[in-house]
């Protein structure tokens, strides 16, 4: 996706207190800032299945990365079941779950481990793939993930991932479909957690050091 489609979370433009909307109690302290509300990342999720399915040639199967991206796919895939393309058609759609992991705390961990078998793998073969990701940090576990997949020859493979991370750390990868391009904190909220907290809130929030003492393992 070209950077200039996607939007920019600045601490200029994106900056409300965690007073300015609802937060779970229990996670009171653990938060910094509401980086962007609920409603905000309903409204880019409509603008983003809008052009994943103007780009549609025909079926899709939409493989959900667990389990960060399960809030993000949820809320994409009731959105693209009810448009249709632009002769008309809709979109016959399969959905795959993948679970991959390489976080420790707020540190990747530099190892990706991903649980496809062999038999869910062959399942991919000439078929047209959208990958579904929460966020883009250093890159690795998509190129990781894609260079397995791209073994098992689908027809295509399209990515879109509800954030990007503005790091140094970058391998420079960028999505087919990004929604919002963030600053380089460790950001939860929206089913994306730290050590499996705060999947439970849905405004995606940076995490205060209060919250990274209280849930590190
Ligand atoms: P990457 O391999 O460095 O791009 O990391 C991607 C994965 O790390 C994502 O799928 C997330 O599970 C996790 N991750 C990276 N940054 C964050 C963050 O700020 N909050 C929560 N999870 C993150």
Redesign the pocket.
């Known amino acids: 996706m070209d950077p200039r489609k996607w939007i920019d979370v600045t601490p200029e433009n994106f900056n409300y207190s965690l007073d300015h909307f609802v937060i779970p109690s229990h996670y009171d302290k653990d938060l910094e800032s509401i980086l962007i509300p609920h409603g905000v990342i309903m409204d880019r999720v409509e603008k983003l299945a809008r052009l994943i399915v103007n780009d549609c040639k025909g079926p899709l199967v939409i493989c959900c ?1 667990l389990k ?2 399960h809030q993000y796919f949820a809320d994409l895939v009731n959105v693209i079941k009810k448009l249709t393309t632009k002769d008309g058609h809709s979109i016959p759609l399969s959905l795959e779950f993948i679970r ?1 992991k ?2 420790h705390n ?1 540190a ?1 961990s530099g190892d ?1 481990r991903i649980s496809l078998t062999e038999e869910e793998c062959q399942e991919f073969k000439g078929k047209n793939i959208l990958i579904v ?10 190129v990781k993930l894609l260079k397995r997949l791209e073994q098992y020859q689908p027809s295509s493979i399209r990515v879109t991932s509800l954030l990007i ?1 503005k790091t140094p ?1 970058s391998n420079g990868y960028i999505p087919d479909y990004v929604g919002f391009a963030i600053p380089d ?4 909220g929206y089913a ?3 050590n499996e907290y705060f999947r439970d809130l849905d405004h995606i929030c940076v995490i205060s050091e209060h919250g990274k003492q209280a849930y590190a393992q």
């Open positions: 990365i960060g991206g991959v390489s976080y707020d990747s990706v990701e929460d966020i883009i940090d250093t890159g690795s576990t998509m991370k750390k904190a460790f950001v939860v994306l957690d730290y």
